[in-house]
T-cell receptor, first 115, second 115 residues
Framework: DTGVSQDPRHKITKRGQNVTFRCDPI?????LYWYRQTLGQGPEFLTY????????KSRLLSDRFSAERPKGSFSTLEIQRTEQGDSAMYLC?????????????FGPGTRLTVT | AQKVTQAQTEISVVEKEDVTLDCVYE???????LFWYKQPPSGELVFLIR??????QNEISGRYSWNFQKSTSSFNFTITASQVVVSAVYFC????????????FGTGTRLLVSP
């Protein structure tokens, strides 16, 4: 299967610890997105990469959050000094950067629980 | 600013009933795209349909149909003769037609189909 993959699927951490999530997009997709979804809500945009360049960041992405996409392939999302409010599902998506605009394909998500 | 409203939080139907999920959107863009995604209990968002703002033609795919009406800023989704397997949370989403593709999601409608 060549869909979007995310690792880990679940992460439980104590408040104050750092966590890092990984996303592997569909191989030919040059666009990669991170979203956050809390219970009962729709996903909210966090950040966007085109190839290796991070082109957009949401105001939701505080200074404790950092994302990278070295070499334009996989991406990592790191949260430093986690807080209980960071508990959520973190979703990665990828798409082709062609015209007309194409749909995004989502991974299974990483569920973060901060205790 | 863009906004998507899914006023129906949860809908319960009996198998074989028809059901319509409502989606109302707000945008100042003249070019935009609308999407429907399905999120089954496993959590992974599954792409269902993409529609651009210049194409108001309704679409049918099996038991699924979509009604896009620019005059009322709505993009409703109907499932005909529903089955238990379609039980999931359904999200409507919107993105501008230019620039990067930031999806703005509604809060979702949980559809429960009972036997």
């Amino acid at each position: 299967d060549t869909g979007v993959s995310q690792d880990p699927r679940h992460k439980i951490t104590k408040r104050g610890q750092n966590v890092t999530f990984r996303c592997d997009p569909i191989s030919e997709h040059n666009r990669l997105y991170w979203y956050r979804q809390t219970l009962g809500q729709g996903p909210e945009f966090l950040t966007y990469f085109q190839n290796e360049a991070q082109l957009e960041k949401s105001r939701l992405l505080s200074d404790r959050f950092s994302a990278e996409r070295p070499k334009g392939s996989f991406s990592t999302l790191e949260i430093q000094r986690t807080e209980q409010g960071d508990s959520a599902m973190y979703l990665c998506a990828s798409s082709l950067g062609t015209a007309p605009l194409r749909e995004q394909y989502f991974g299974p998500g990483t569920r973060l629980t901060v205790t | 600013a863009q906004k998507v409203t899914q006023a129906q939080t949860e809908i319960s139907v009996v198998e074989k009933e028809d059901v319509t999920l409502d989606c109302v959107y707000e945008t100042r863009d003249t070019t935009y795209y609308l999407f429907w995604y399905k999120q089954p209990p496993s959590g992974e968002l599954v792409f269902l349909i993409r529609r651009n703002s210049f194409d108001e033609q309704n679409e049918i795919s099996g038991r699924y149909s979509w009604n896009f009406q620019k005059s009322t800023s709505s993009f409703n989704f109907t499932i005909t003769a529903s089955q238990v397997v379609v039980s999931a949370v359904y999200f409507c989403a919107l993105t501008p037609g230019t620039g990067f593709q930031k999806l703005v999601f509604g809060t979702g409608t949980r559809l429960l189909v009972s036997p």
